[in-house]
């Protein structure tokens, strides 16, 4: 298993330019999350999915989009660039069962820097 | 108020020594508690959980005092490689949407 794999590794990006983080998970979860992670602080939830067809805003969702059209799958989209956007993104799985651990499995991250 | 909060650092220790964290959280009404480790310019891995006994995995100890509202993790007999930066997470409300990461407490241990 490649387990959460995220393309691309580094992005630089103008302001006002858009981009979609690719994000996916060959294990078979039915959750999905997208969090961004800025220097003294902590991963903040930006959207999260709980299967195929279904997504939902989280912490932090201004300026950001996704779809999941399959169940591997979760591209994030940067509609108009910002310097706020600046940061680390991280995707992330994890199985839904009812006894759970809320382990969640990450993808290794990509370093967004907009100027 | 941070909902959850730790402690930046970093700690500093040598091989060999036991050195703990704490950190924090807000809502009461928690339900859940964990530890990840984050190498640098890595992605978070999962640590332990925290039970409400306390829990203990090999050299780390995991605490949780919900009437002071702070878990804590201990590791004993510290190794090199156990520099990274460890960040605490709690549920508050159930369901993976409701995990909210602390910043994180830097750890470098030095021969």
Known sequence: NAGVTQTPKFQVLKTGQSMTLQCAQDMNHEYMSWYRQDPGMGLRLIHYSVGAGITDQGEVPNGYNVSRSTTEDFPLRLLSAAPSQTSVYFCASSPLRSSVSYEQYFGPGTRLTVT | ?111
């Open chain 2, 1 to 111: 108020r941070k909902e959850v909060e730790q402690d930046p650092g970093p700690f500093n220790v040598p091989e060999g020594a036991t050195v703990a964290f704490n950190c924090t959280y807000s809502n009461s009404a928690s339900q859940s508690f964990f530890w990840y480790r984050q190498d640098c310019r890595k992605e978070p891995k999962l640590l332990m959980s925290v039970y409400s006994s306390g829990n203990e995995d090999g050299r780390f100890t995991a605490q949780l005092n919900r009437a002071s509202q702070y878990i804590s993790l201990l590791i004993r007999d510290s190794k090199l490689s156990d520099s990274a930066t460890y960040l605490c997470v709690v549920n508050t409300a159930g369901g993976y949407n409701k995990l909210i990461f602390g910043a994180g407490t830097r750890l470098a241990v030095h021969p």
